[in-house]
Antibody, heavy 116, light 113 residues
């Protein structure tokens, strides 16, 4: 069974940092592209970032470019999102997502709240 | 960026009746190299992550009931629930995965009348 389990969310002050993790199981993690998608509670879905299977190619939404870094450790079956210079508008549930053609499996999400 | 729009914002349908959701992309999401349409539909129930229903505009994901169907071409797409069941109450999103940033529509809320 495919499982994606996110962790690392929480309350952080504006300008602070957090690192999200997503542990994958039930599939060959190293062969899939992975993504982060976020959702402000009660609002729509916004794609944040992607990394290719080898971890050598990454892309970012303009809203997070230069502040967020996606990475992966295929030996640990883990996806990361390092978030720096956090802003109030980054408050959201962050989902770890597997790509097979499109986003076929989603984790349960981890809530990030940026507030003083 | 490709902008995705959906209509209506919400709809209420009687049990067993048809529900139709429309989605429009600001530019074509049809690839000329493989003739595939890079359009997906997701269902999100309260308190849950989204679930993939349809990809390539009309291919049903494994395990998705056949009352869900997708159609469309170019820039106009439709998700149809042929006979609404109580468990179909949810938000439905379309998404283009043709090019980054991979954008979603704003969602359509489906309720029981």
């Amino acid at each position: 069974e495919v499982q994606l389990v996110e962790s690392g969310g929480g309350l952080v002050q504006p300008g602070g940092s957090l690192r999200l993790s997503c542990v994958a199981s039930g599939f060959a993690f190293s062969t899939y592209w992975m993504h982060w998608v976020r959702q402000v509670p009660g609002k729509g879905l916004v794609w944040v970032s992607h990394v290719n299977s080898a971890g050598t190619t990454t892309t970012y939404a303009d809203s997070v470019k230069g502040r967020f870094t996606i990475s992966r450790d295929n030996a640990k079956n883990t996806l990361y999102l390092q978030m720096n210079s956090l802003r109030a508008e980054d408050t959201a549930v962050y989902y770890c997502v597997r790509e097979k053609w499109t986003f076929d499996y989603w984790g349960q999400g981890t809530l990030v709240t940026v507030s003083s | 960026d490709i902008v995705m729009t959906q209509s209506p914002d919400s709809l209420a349908v009687s049990l067993g009746e048809r529900a139709t959701i429309n989605c429009k992309s600001s530019q074509s999401v049809l690839s000329s190299s493989n003739n595939k349409i890079y359009l997906a539909w997701y269902q999100q129930k309260a308190g849950q992550p989204p679930k993939l229903l349809i990809y390539w505009a009309s291919t049903r994901e494994s395990g998705v009931p056949d009352r869900f169907s997708g159609s469309g071409s170019g820039t106009d797409f439709t998700l149809t629930i042929s006979s609404l069941q109580a468990e179909d109450v949810a938000l439905y999103y379309c998404q283009q995965y043709y090019t980054s940033p991979y954008t979603f529509g704003p969602g359509t809320k489906v309720d029981i009348k």
